[in-house]
């Protein structure tokens, strides 16, 4: 079974030494270039051609045809890349099946790698004879087997990454020789697209090798995928599936959308009301709503959120009990006289006459305590006609006036009481139930004396020094000391 891990770009360290025993290079041939990992080490690069480093458009073709070992295990892709710098044939593949030792790791899980022949390009040399794909799928192992063997022994047996390091290879004859082999019917080439990848079913696989071969444009063709998802689709040019059925341009995928800006962060607390710009005129000051706090605003601490917080309770505590006899709250911005503070409303007071403390109306038309109601005068001894329910607590009786009968011509005043709660006979005892209704109020006021009948002669005025000398005096007193009288 094939791992499917992805492997990313590996560190460029320096170039490795060429070996002094290697056969010496030979003008125009082609390179071994071997990708695989070794049994212990997780580095993938075993020998890269003279001049190709792991970073550049080699590479890419590469890991593009390997694509991580995705479904290697049921036959070999084969990658023909060419551009101005040179061109690469070779086939990717499970190692298993171009050799017999060092194809698993030290789990037992079997390896993939890719292995390659490159040349580079020269300005005066003839154009490479490059093998048909027949030729690669009949000679495989034949052909990369001794190339893949030469090359990772050497750093099979690595314990680090240093020793690990690929070897660089030198130009010899290429494997495949004589006269090249009848190519099949030519398709008609499809140079390279840059808006798409021309994708061709696999049926098409060798007419198509055939003439990226001996056309001299661009290319990268990679052919034997199983599924086109399995490609990267947008890192070649040219590509044959078994699951298309007839020629497609694969569309590169759009690029990925750009982040949203970051949001402003709303003002925490109580802030002036102002526009996007703070009181200096720097943008981002501290405003009205959808302002950002400026860097140098202090945050607000926790008395004066308490306190705020404190004032809109009583806001909202005289709307809802501000206008409760009228039943309608006062529009909040009607023009008028500022009233005293205290007036209107209910409140606690005391009651002028009984002295009790009681909760009732107050006159929103008066700035000063709270007056008695008025009640029409009544003859002497006559009790007030109550309009509200009984009660069991008596009512003071008296003159109707505060010294006596009201004088002719003066609007008489009545005795002020208010109106109390109604009390169940059976509880009128349970005084500490009702509180402040239910105690006996104080003893009616003493009726000033009664003038002395017609006729009778005024008293003489007394004269202090005679009632002094009247008055008896003191009886006799005992002496402390023998108890005699003094």
Known sequence: MT???????????????????????????????????????????????????????????????????????????????????????????????????????????????????????????????????????????????????????????AVGREEAEPRTTRPVPAPWHGAAAPSPTAAVWLPAHSAGTHLLPESDAAALWSAAAGARDRCLLATGWRRRSDAEAHRFTHLTSTDCRAYELLRPPPPPPRPAPPRPVPVVGPGPAGGPTGSDGATGGTGGAGGTEGPGDPEPSLAETFRAGRRALRRMTRG????????????????????????????????????????????????????????PAQPDGARPASTGPASTVPRPTGPTGPTGPAAPGRRAEATPFRRTRAVDPQQADLSGMFGEFDEPGPPPPAAPPAAPPAGTPPAAPSDPQRARSEAPGPGPTDDSATGEPS
């Open 320 to 375: 809802l009990f501000g206008s409760e006899e009228s039943g309608t709250a006062e529009p909040p911005s009607s023009p008028g006289p500022p009233k005293p503070p205290g007036a209107g409303g209910r409140r606690y007071g005391d009651d002028p006459v009984t002295g009790r403390r009681y909760y009732g109306d107050l006159d929103e038309a008066s700035a000063g305590p709270a007056q008695p109601p008025v009640r």
């Open 3 to 157: 791992t499917n891990t992805q492997h990313g770009p590996e560190p460029e360290p320096a170039a490795a030494p060429p070996d002094p025993d290697a056969e010496p290079a030979v003008p125009g041939g082609w390179s071994a270039l071997v990708y695989g990992r070794t049994l212990q080490v997780d580095q993938w690069w075993r020998a890269l051609p003279a001049g190709v480093d792991r970073q550049g458009p080699v590479a890419d073709a590469v890991r593009a045809a390997v694509a991580g070992g995705n479904r290697l295990e049921a036959g070999p892709r084969f990658l023909l890349h060419r551009d101005a710098r040179g061109v690469l044939v070779g086939a990717a593949c499970e190692l298993g099946r171009i050799s017999r030792t060092m194809v698993h790791d030290r789990f037992g899980r079997p390896l993939y790698g890719f292995v390659g022949w490159y040349r580079a390009a020269a300005p005066d040399a003839a154009d490479p004879r490059i093998p048909e794909l027949a030729e690669l799928t009949a000679h495989l192992a034949d052909w990369a087997g001794p190339v893949y063997t030469e090359w990772i022994a050497p750093t099979w047996e």
